[in-house]
């Protein structure tokens, strides 16, 4: 009896597509908001479509960067706690990175 093994060649081409996606993705990148908190993720963690619908509905004005980081850390994480499915920030911005990551490698 003998088996044969098909799609080797395929396997190995993905692997090495994964591979040079993940140098790509290596070290320390800039990403906006508007690709981390897209209307997909927001829908699906929170209570929210957009980014700037979650930040008014916790009373923030934000019309600028600077106006973002002014927003009091406690104040915001409860925000987050009461609206999201996250604890805090801390937890909703590591898991939009990690689904940003797993868009850019294709998974």
Do not use: C
């Not at 080797?8 to 090495?16: P, S, V, Y």
């Not at 908190?37 to 979650?54: D, P, V």
């Not at 980081?69 to 996250?86: G, L, M, R, S, Y």
């Amino acid at each position: 009896m003998t088996f044969k093994i098909t799609g080797l060649k395929e396997f190995q081409q993905k692997f090495e597509d994964l591979e040079r996606k993940a140098e790509v993705l290596h070290g320390e990148h800039e990403v906006p908001f508007s690709e981390l908190f897209n209307s997909y993720f927001m829908q699906k963690y929170t209570n929210f479509s957009t980014l700037e619908e979650l930040i008014e509905a916790g009373g923030f004005k934000v019309d600028s960067e600077e106006d973002f980081k002014a927003i009091p850390d406690q104040e915001w994480d409860v925000h987050i706690a009461k609206t999201t499915k996250f604890a805090n920030w801390q937890e909703m911005m590591e898991k939009a990175g990690a689904e940003w990551a797993k868009k850019q490698l294709g998974l």
